[in-house]
């Protein structure tokens, strides 16, 4: 009878444990996923880039494609209008910074904050686009500290592509 006692609780405590591993590994595994989906969105947004510029566009205009095509992944909404990211993205495609259309991860406010960046290699006869998000943290600060996670990796991708508007654009 005495054994019976001290075994009373054991199964709840158990069950809690194991509660609170899989609620972790959930949350681990939803971060990861939405790290991987920011770097699809990054890589979208480079070749949309690169497109923009073997077409011929100008620099300010690639710009203003590689920031439509990564909505999905540049944070919440800026915008003075309430609209949907479509409204959005036709928007400032048109009228650049002058619409209105603004995202967390375009203008960062603090030093830390995570940034979307577009650089590459826009002459030649081959081009470089090159879209990263610095600062963005896989998992928040505090599970950073719990997994001991110094230097998280940015979603960042790079694509080549052949420039045609040599072709095309000829004087």
Known sequence: MGKKRFCR???LVESMFAICIMCLLFFALL???YWCNSR???RYGAYYAAKAKSTGFNNH???RAARVASIPASGRSRSTHRRDSI???KAYMVHGDGSGVSYQYWHPTNAGDPE???SGKFDG???HARVKIRFMTMLSSSFNKIFGITDPPDPQAVVKMYNYSDTYLED
């Open 116 to 118: 979307l960046q577009v």
């Open 31 to 33: 971060q990861i996923w």
């Open 87 to 89: 409204d959005d993205a």
């Open 125 to 127: 006869p081959e081009l």
């Open 40 to 42: 699809l969105f990054c």
């Open 61 to 63: 205009m690639v710009l």
């Open 9 to 11: 609780g054991v199964s």
